[in-house]
């Protein structure tokens, strides 16, 4: 059975402190791992997929990274505008799996 | 764009009662989803409809039943509703199965 474990649960940084999250998985045939940011009260808003260990994407003050066991989503020089739940999702052969999700918080 | 369009946002329903979500994109996907979500559980998926025409369990399908109307249009029905079915409701849509998905803004159910 796939499965996904996202760490830790919550966070709190100081604007301007960087952090990672990381998201631990098991999955028969990895198809692809993907993270999401949810704001409350929304649904969840597509941030990166990646495919194949080594492989690395970034978006703003956001970098993804991949290994054959797990996934960090590197934050550097978090805003307040960060603060969200951030999703991992990994796509096995019939199925994606999330996990519960990271709560970061970025106080100014 | 309104990207995916989910009716209603809030509702209170009585234990026994039916009622159907409806969800709507406009992007041409083919692929659409219900996931559910509830605190320390995650999303987890319903049902999905791959393709026009096709509709398969997820996850948690006991419950409820779906209806793939067209390429836009994926349904949600809960015949009679019970409180474990308390969550927030998310529609989704992807260009084909196992694709980024596209998410819409949620539906908050309670049921009493």
């Known amino acids: 059975e796939d499965q996904v474990t996202q760490s830790p649960e919550a966070l709190r940084l100081q604007e301007g402190e960087s952090s990672s999250l990381n998201c631990s998985y098991t999955?028969?045939?990895?198809?692809?791992l993907f993270w999401y940011r949810q704001d409350p009260g929304k649904g969840p808003e597509f941030l990166f997929t990646l495919y194949s260990a080594g492989e690395e994407k970034e978006k703003e003050r956001l970098k993804a990274t991949l290994t054959k066991k797990e996934s960090f989503l590197h934050i550097t020089a978090p805003k307040p505008e960060d603060s969200a739940t951030y999703l991992c999702?990994?796509?096995?052969?019939?199925?994606?799996?999330f996990g519960e999700g990271t709560q970061l918080t970025v106080n100014p | 764009n309104a990207g995916v369009t989910q009716t209603p946002k809030f509702q209170v329903l009585k234990t026994g009662q039916s009622m159907t979500l409806q969800c709507a994109q406009d992007m041409n996907h083919n692929s659409m989803y219900w996931y559910r979500q509830d605190p320390g559980m995650g999303l987890r998926l319903i049902y999905y409809?791959?393709?026009?025409?096709?509709?398969d369990k997820g996850e948690v399908p006991n419950g409820y039943n779906v209806s793939r109307l067209n390429k836009r249009e994926f349904s949600l029905r809960l015949e009679s509703a019970a409180p474990s079915q308390t969550s927030v409701y998310f529609c989704?849509?992807?260009?084909?199965?196992?694709?980024?998905?596209?998410f819409g803004s949620g539906t908050q159910l309670s049921v009493l």
């Open positions: 999702a990994v796509q096995g052969g019939s199925r994606l799996t």
């Open positions: 989704a849509s992807s260009i084909t199965w196992g694709q980024k998905l596209f």
């Open positions: 999955v028969s045939g990895l198809r692809g």
């Open positions: 409809s791959a393709s026009e025409g096709t509709t």
